[in-house]
């Protein structure tokens, strides 16, 4: 714990410093300025280009919110199953840690974060909704877009595989998120900032407390012991 103090300090600046960059500024500053473009840019996008327009609608589908999930199953489900039950049930331990981690961090974090923002299709006037052009149900306004909870849930995900399953299981979290968080920027449902200042600096000051410290491990040793034990027979 003490030799990852300073890390975890660290971590938490900078986390502080993203947020303040964002935050202080009149007008949010330059991050305005690259919402802005980022936003305009993908919705010229929407009647430009008819076969991008219904991507950025079904992958903004409450369906496809669940391939989300699928995916990060089967993450897990490549340590799960070459595992003995012992292991077995340690993956999915971590799994439940990963999930109550999620749901305190984003609690606190809607609690503290003294912020509410509308998505930049209800902030800006003469643009194009995918509701408007396409007869699909699909999300693409917020009212209170900041921070971005979608994408900071699968950041967590993403430090969880780098803490408990390694560098390559990170990287594929990594692409998830991307694949899973930025369409909402896309249909501007979100903002580029909610993720790249809301999520990010969320994560950056949460999750060293969970993470770099016994924290995560306590929480998964409390499982372990009042989870009921699933044995199977030995087969002769």
């Known amino acids: 714990m003490k030799r990852k103090l300073p890390l975890i300090?660290?971590?938490?600046?900078?986390?502080?410093?993203?947020?303040?960059?964002?935050?202080?500024?009149?007008?949010?500053?330059?991050?305005?300025?690259?919402d802005s473009d980022i936003f305009h840019f993908?919705?010229?996008?929407?009647?430009?280009?008819?076969?991008?327009?219904?991507?950025?609608a079904l992958t903004n589908n409450r369906a496809f919110d669940a391939f989300s999930l699928v995916a990060m199953g089967?993450?897990?489900?490549?340590?799960?199953?070459?595992?003995?039950?012992?292991?077995?049930?340690?993956?999915?331990i971590i799994?439940?840690?990963?999930?109550?981690?999620?749901?305190?961090?984003?609690?606190?974090?809607?609690?503290?974060?003294?912020?509410k923002r509308i998505s930049p299709t209800l902030f800006f006037t003469d643009?194009?909704?995918?509701s408007d052009l396409i007869n699909l149900p699909t999300k693409d306004a917020s009212k209170d877009s900041f921070p971005g909870d979608h994408g900071m849930m699968l950041l967590i995900f993403s430090?969880?595989?780098?803490?408990?399953?390694?560098?390559k299981a990170f990287a594929v979290a990594l692409i998830i998120f991307v694949v899973f968080a930025f369409?909402?920027?896309?249909?501007?449902?979100?903002?580029?900032?909610?993720?790249?200042?809301?999520?990010?600096?969320?994560?950056?000051?949460?999750?060293?407390w969970f993470l770099l410290t016994p924290l995560s491990d306590k929480i998964i040793q409390v499982f372990d012991r009042f989870l009921p034990q699933i044995t199977t027979a030995k087969q002769n």
């Open 159 to 167: 430090a969880v595989m780098w803490r408990y399953f390694g560098k």
């Open 9 to 34: 300090l660290l971590s938490n600046v900078a986390g502080l410093a993203l947020f303040f960059s964002w935050y202080l500024p009149a007008n949010h500053g330059f991050w305005f300025a690259l």
């Open 74 to 92: 089967c993450l897990m489900l490549t340590f799960w199953l070459p595992a003995d039950q012992k292991c077995r049930r340690h993956v999915v």
């Open 42 to 56: 993908f919705n010229r996008g929407l009647v430009e280009n008819q076969a991008y327009l219904w991507l950025v």
């Open 183 to 208: 369409p909402r920027v896309m249909i501007g449902a979100h903002w580029f900032s909610d993720i790249a200042v809301g999520s990010l600096s969320v994560a950056l000051i949460a999750l060293p």
């Open 127 to 130: 643009i194009y909704r995918v």
């Open 95 to 115: 799994g439940l840690t990963m999930l109550l981690m999620a749901v305190i961090i984003n609690q606190l974090a809607q609690a503290i974060i003294p912020v």
